[in-house]
């Protein structure tokens, strides 16, 4: 069998709540201990081009998926990783899920890296799981394309037309440069990774699912 379509033995574990811990953990760390607790891991987990370059520091593509820059970046961030994670946990199994959302983030990270890299921007300082996220939020809507997501508890939308609009909105602010210090290019690569991810590894088409053709 090939190994990359090889799959996990079923299990649940609330993998979820473990990541949502960690995340949680080194963010009051990051808060709690310190100005040079903060420095130290905001430098050493942060996913730094030039740091990446110069020093090797290879393992920022994962550790940049647990730093937060502050309280309402970690709390909207661990919100979609329980709405949305918790129900794709139960359908991937949580072997699965986990090396889904630690590939989709790596890969979002490493992308990312590259387009930070050569358009000069080498001290960027990428942090957050918004990228593994999106990937989580493109798995829901490929797993449930009929469920109705309310954004913001007040406006239904089908999962799939949730997943284009956050893809819409990205790309605007991509493209009117009005994207602050969010990462869009890297939400845009989480969904990316997540469709070649579903493509290859699950054997899933994840138009067909969103689309119901």
Not at 103 to 131: D, Q
Not at 152 to 179: E, K, N, Q, Y
């Amino acid at each position: 069998m090939n190994i990359i379509k090889k799959q996990f033995r079923y299990v649940n574990y609330n993998i979820v709540f473990w990541l949502i811990g960690i995340n949680v953990l080194i963010f009051a760390a990051k808060s709690l201990l310190g100005m040079q607790v903060r420095i130290l891991l905001e430098t050493r987990m942060s996913m730094i081009p030039l740091a990446i370059v110069e020093y090797k520091w290879f393992w920022t593509f994962i550790t940049y998926m647990f730093m937060h820059a502050d309280i309402s970046h970690i709390v909207f961030n661990m919100l979609g990783l329980f709405i949305f994670g918790m129900h794709v946990e139960r359908q991937m199994g949580s072997w699965e899920f986990l090396v889904f959302y630690l590939v989709t983030g790596m890969l979002a990270g490493i992308f990312s890296f590259g387009v930070y890299y050569f358009t000069g921007n080498y001290l960027v300082f990428l942090m957050g799981a918004s990228g593994a996220i999106y990937a989580v939020q493109l798995a829901y809507a490929v797993f449930f394309p009929n469920s109705v997501i309310h954004i913001w508890g007040i406006l239904p939308l089908r999962a799939p037309i949730m997943v284009l609009g956050f893809t819409v909105l990205s790309l605007f602010f991509i493209i009117s440069g009005r994207g602050g210090n969010v990462a869009h290019l890297t939400h845009l690569a989480g969904f990316g990774f997540a469709w070649i991810y579903f493509f290859f590894r699950l054997d899933i088409n994840p138009w067909r699912r969103l689309t119901g053709r």
